[in-house]
């Protein structure tokens, strides 16, 4: 037996053993190889609602990156355990910002305008749980890419302005979608004083765009929409909505990983489509749907790499720690952090329903 098939059985055997005990939540991006154990698999908006739903197992293990464990353990119920097989599996977006920044721009802003009143704080779900927790403690919420046009009406309906982070394509398309003027919508470069604004541009500005992005989604280009149109004259282009503006603006659509797998499922057969969003996801859905015609809209493999460190090992070796009485990579939030941002994410949830 090849060692494929060696850790694919010994893993079989523990959920097994295990049963309704263990929960496996695997993420769209994970290899095909991982995400076959998952007993729910989704996108980061689907995976939270099913973390806070698995109310009956003890042990959730999370085939994803570090912030979506942090999530599911701030949801969890009091005596579950969430595992994340590997510790390093980060996230280059969530690390775009940070609390200490995020402090320094609401007490710049505070000081040209009542922050509390004015300004709505929203924190993208590809962040840490610090920021979720601020998010909390100052009325606003998380999103995910599904919700965000939700999030972002909520907000605006109760402040004039939003600060978002830390993605900027996300917030852009949003607003863009919403009808937001451009010139409504400033980037925040949390690197400058007042985020490189004079202050008469911040107090007009509606939006506030932390300047982060996703380092899988910003590497489709314009350029690769045009190449396949060349290529291909009824050809569909679907991306995700943290591509940059000007890829989003060329697609025939944009959406969450949800959206877009609904729509490749919705399609008849002889359908084309070229997909902005991670290679993993893309292959499975060519797989899926052999009588459509599915290519990914880069000409290279655009995979996330942290997504990947997830392995048939590690996976193994977490859940047979499991049997034999071990926690293997616990994620653990503080209580104080975990109650606000819980707070948010509450709200994140109502907003998505």
């Not at 695997?26 to 908006?45: K, M, N, P």
């Not at 060519?286 to 809209?297: C, G, R, T, V, Y």
């Not at 616990?330 to 329903?353: N, Q, Y």
Request: with cysteine.
């Amino acid at each position: 037996m090849s060692d494929t098939r060696t850790l694919e059985s010994r893993i079989w055997d523990v959920k097994a053993t295990l049963g309704d005990r263990l929960v496996i939540l695997g993420h769209h991006y994970q290899r095909d190889e991982v995400i076959q154990f998952a007993d729910f698999r989704g996108d980061s908006l689907k995976l939270a609602r099913d973390a806070s739903r698995c109310t009956e197992a003890e042990y959730i293990v999370f085939c994803g990156v570090h912030f979506m464990a942090e999530t599911a353990a701030i949801l969890a119920q009091p005596g579950q355990t969430v595992l994340l097989p590997a510790l390093e599996a980060g996230c280059f977006l969530a690390d775009m910002a940070n609390r200490q920044d995020v402090e320094r721009a609401w007490r710049e802003l505070g000081e040209i305008m009542d922050v509390e009143h004015e300004i709505m704080p929203i924190t993208y779900v590809n962040s840490t749980a610090e920021l979720k927790a601020f998010c909390g403690d100052h009325g606003g919420l998380v999103c995910t890419s599904s919700n965000a046009q939700a999030a972002l009406t909520w907000a605006l309906a109760r402040r004039p302005r939003v600060l978002f982070f830390p993605d900027q394509h996300l917030a852009r398309n949003t607003g863009k979608r919403m009808g937001i003027p451009l010139d409504d919508m400033q980037l925040w470069d949390f690197t400058e004083p007042l985020g490189g604004l004079d202050s008469d541009t911040a107090r007009q500005t509606r939006l506030f765009l932390w300047n982060g992005w996703c380092n899988v989604h910003w590497r489709f280009t314009p350029q690769m929409v045009t190449a396949w149109r060349e290529r291909m004259s009824d050809i569909r282009v679907i991306v995700h909505p943290e591509c940059p503006m000007e890829v989003v603006d060329l697609a025939d659509e944009a959406g969450s990983t949800s959206y877009i797998i609904q729509r490749i499922e919705e399609s008849p057969p002889g359908a084309h489509w070229a997909i902005g969003t991670e290679f993993n996801l893309v292959n499975r859905l060519k797989s899926e749907h052999p009588d459509q015609f599915i290519e990914s809209l880069s000409p290279g493999p655009s995979s996330c790499r942290t997504m990947n460190m997830i392995t048939l090992g590690n996976l193994a070796a977490v859940v047979e720690g499991l049997v034999a009485g071990q926690l293997i990579h616990p994620i653990t939030v503080p209580e104080d952090i975990a109650h606000s941002a819980r707070i948010a994410l509450e709200r994140m949830l109502e907003v998505g329903r």
